[in-house]
T-cell receptor, first 109, second 113 residues
Framework: KQEVTQIPAALSVPEGENLVLNCSFT??????LQWFRQDPGKGLTSLLL?????REQTSGRLNASLDKSSGRSTLYIAASQPGDSATYLC????????FGTGTRLQVFP | NAGVTQTPKFQVLKTGQSMTLQCAQD?????MYWYRQDPGMGLRLIYY???????DKGEVPNGYNVSRLNKREFSLRLESAAPSQTSVYFC????????????FGPGTRLTVL
């Protein structure tokens, strides 16, 4: 059974720091991996999707990498801002989308 | 282009009452999904519809039914609500089932007393 784990569960950093959020999964047979952002009381916003054949994807200050063989993905946030404060979820697509429980990020001024 | 919309945003029910959560998407997607989100549990798939006219059970289907009314709309029904169904419910859609990027609605916060 596919299991997705995100570490750390919570993170609090000062503005300007570069961050790495981690996601690990137990079964490497995936179609893709998706990173989402969720603001309190809101829905999920898709940030990046990495197909199983890709190694990384970039969007602005965000960079996500995928190492299928080791069952790991990282989301790198450069020069963090208070507006980046949210919960970040990763999800792997097999025949269904399996979610991790998220990393709650707080960036303070 | 509204994406995925859900109604209602909030709902309070008494145990045993029934209700239907509505979801619609305007992206011409073939596949639609219903999830619930609970603290410490992450999002879990309740039901999905890979294409118009088909529905299948997800991880936690007990106590729920779904209807894929047409390509745009996918509803979730609670026939006899229980306190264990207190949760936030999200609808999502994707171009096709399995490998495509999923887009989520804003959610329905349901409390069952």
């Amino acid at each position: 059974k596919q299991e997705v784990t995100q570490i750390p569960a919570a993170l609090s950093v000062p503005e300007g720091e570069n961050l790495v959020l981690n996601c690990s999964f137990t079964d490497s047979a995936i179609y893709n991996l998706q990173w989402f952002r969720q603001d309190p009381g809101k829905g999920l916003t898709s940030l990046l999707l990495i197909q199983s054949s890709q190694r990384e994807q970039t969007s602005g200050r965000l960079n996500a990498s995928l190492d299928k063989s080791s069952g790991r993905s990282t989301l790198y946030i450069a020069a963090s801002q208070p507006g980046d404060s949210a919960t970040y979820l990763c999800a792997v697509a097999t025949d269904k989308l399996i979610f991790g429980t998220g990393t709650r990020l707080q960036v303070f001024p | 282009n509204a994406g995925v919309t859900q109604t209602p945003k909030f709902q309070v029910l008494k145990t045993g009452q029934s209700m239907t959560l509505q979801c619609a998407q305007d992206m011409n997607h073939n596949s639609m999904y219903w999830y619930r989100q609970d603290p410490g549990m992450g999002l879990r798939l309740i039901y999905y519809s890979a294409s118009e006219g088909t529905t299948d059970k997800g991880e936690v289907p007990n106590g729920y039914n779904v209807s894929r009314l047409n390509k745009r709309e996918f509803s979730l029904r609670l026939e006899s609500a229980a306190p264990s169904q207190t949760s936030v419910y999200f609808c999502a859609s994707s171009e096709n089932w399995g490998s495509n990027e999923q887009f989520f609605g804003p959610g329905t916060r349901l409390t069952v007393l």
